[in-house]
């Protein structure tokens, strides 16, 4: 009898030469991305369309119009007004159903929001909680501008003996990178405003829900109305 040719085994290590090429294409790659990233950052400001200044001032004017110190949604429907007079709709999508409601847990902190615009780089909402929460601000990739409407805000970073106390009309303003805890009491209301890399602090306003509250009706609404509200956006031109 003959013998069965049997085929060669194929050599499953590779080369060294061809691992040298794969983790030098992926260190091209990842430098590549980090430089795509980097240049993104430096233009992004072109792609705002509100001004923190301009925002304090609507605030303000929106706690000045009120029928009460606690009229919270009178103030909001002055501010929502305001917006869609001041900016057209060619520019810059907004939702003016001031009834869109939906829970957040970030940070250990509750409350309730209204969004009132959504874009890769800015978001405009109303947060607070008529009962008071406590927890951490989180650390993001954009500035934070917490314009407060009614009731009082208190925070604190490490090494602080003393806290920071923010009442109507003053604006907590928390660079990107940076985190403090904070504290809002009850019958507390804000106008707050992001700006920066949106997307990147998704997560954190998503984490509680998967560690935390398990609660998939607030999980489908966040992510309906985020996610409409960008892409209505994004169709536009506005990013």
């Not at 030098?24 to 509100?50: H, P, Q």
């Amino acid at each position: 009898m003959t013998a069965k040719k049997t085929k060669p085994r194929a050599v499953e290590n590779k080369q060294p030469a061809d691992l040298l090429t794969l983790w030098a294409s992926r260190v091209v790659i990842g430098l590549l991305f980090v430089t795509v990233c980097w240049w993104l950052d430096t233009i992004k400001e072109r792609w705002y369309v509100f001004n923190p200044t301009e925002l304090h001032e609507l605030a303000q004017a929106a706690i000045a119009s009120a029928s009460s110190p606690n009229d919270t949604a009178g103030m909001i429907r002055h501010i929502v007004t305001n917006l869609t007079l001041t900016h057209p709709s060619n520019k810059i999508k907004l939702n003016v159903d001031s009834s869109e409601w939906v829970f957040n847990n970030a940070g250990g902190a509750m409350g309730a929001m209204y969004i009132i615009h959504a874009s890769i780089t800015e978001y405009l909402i109303i947060f607070g909680t008529p009962l008071g929460t406590e927890g951490h601000t989180g650390l993001h990739t954009a500035d934070d501008y917490f314009n407060i409407l009614v009731g009082e805000q208190w925070a604190f970073r490490p090494g602080a003996l003393e806290m920071e106390r923010y009442t109507p009309g003053t604006v907590h303003f928390l660079p990107r990178g940076t985190a403090k805890q904070y504290k809002m009491h009850e019958g507390c209301f804000a106008l707050e405003y992001a700006r920066g890399w949106i997307p990147l602090m998704l997560p954190f306003g998503l984490a509680d829900i998967f560690t935390s509250t398990l609660d998939p009706i607030t999980l489908y609404h966040t992510v309906r109305v985020t996610g409409r509200e960008m892409i209505r956006n994004i169709l536009i031109g506005k990013i």
